[in-house]
């Protein structure tokens, strides 16, 4: 669906239903695209952490294994759902 700024300001309902039903709307000015509405992107997955290829790096690059007390806090803390909001934002959500 296309329609102009002016069309977009007075039919911005129709245009946000066309969004809500998967449809891309292209607003204009002077018959130039400037604007895109349209349903949102799907989130991309939660990123996890793979500790067995971090051990394996580990191994490869020669830095000492962590104490036990240190892996469970690591694991504790590294895969808490408030480290990754803070470190990854809106791509964890």
Known sequence: ME???REARAQFAAAIQAAERGERVTITKHGKAVAELGPP???????KWDWDELDRLQERLGIPTPSPEASEWIEKHFDSEEFNREIWGDLYA
């Not at 992107?41 to 990123?47: I, Q, W």
């Open 3 to 5: 329609m102009s700024v």
């Open 41 to 47: 992107t799907p989130a991309p997955p939660k990123p």
